[in-house]
């Protein structure tokens, strides 16, 4: 029988997403696979966790590119990016939440090449006048991280329907982060 690499990644990201302690036991029942299989593939935690990571970082740069950041008004980018973000807000849920990715001297390069695109994005929109100046591009960035993931869980719980994903992060994301005409 043939593994599905990608589909046991994204198994394992709606699982870890959800249950950030799932033994590899129980990320290998889910994927419906034996956990000899698992290991086959991924050594340990720390390997599949990795993969995860790398599997993240390059579908959430097809989004940024996906999404051509560098048209239109700024608002409407955002807009695009939330959209080609939504079928992998699962992934980035959990990626973002995930300590171990982000501590020590091991930090994957492609985390600052996405938050850079992004935070260019924000920034070009405080330049045009659209978006608040007081409220700094990487802020503005891990703000948006921060919404696709909670979104992406209150979809998978059930508290959210997955047809207001957008609409939800978008909205509450650009209400605070428009600047404000003084009359």
Request: net charge negative; hydrophobic share 45%; with cysteine.
């Amino acid at each position: 029988m043939s593994v599905d690499r990608t589909q046991v990644l994204r198994t394992a990201a709606a699982l870890l997403s959800r249950k950030s302690t799932a033994t590899m036991d129980e990320v290998a029942r889910a994927a419906g696979i034996g956990r000899a299989t698992l290991h086959r593939h991924f050594a340990g935690r720390d390997a599949l966790v990795r993969a995860l990571e790398e599997m993240g970082i390059q579908e959430f740069e097809a989004a940024l590119d996906a999404a051509n950041l560098d048209e239109g008004p700024a608002d409407q980018a955002l807009r695009r990016l939330v959209a080609e973000a939504e079928p992998n807000a699962q992934l980035l849920a959990f990626l973002v939440s995930e300590n171990q990715l982000f501590e020590g001297d091991q930090v994957n390069e492609g985390w600052a090449r996405l938050d850079a695109r992004v935070s260019a994005l924000f920034r070009r929109g405080q330049e045009a006048g659209t978006f608040r100046i007081d409220l700094s591009p990487a802020w503005l960035t891990e703000a948006l991280y921060g919404l696709i993931g909670t979104c992406a869980w209150s979809v998978m719980d059930g508290r959210v329907a997955a047809k207001d994903f957008q609409y939800m992060i978008t909205e509450l994301l650009l209400g605070g982060a428009r600047r404000s005409v003084e009359k």
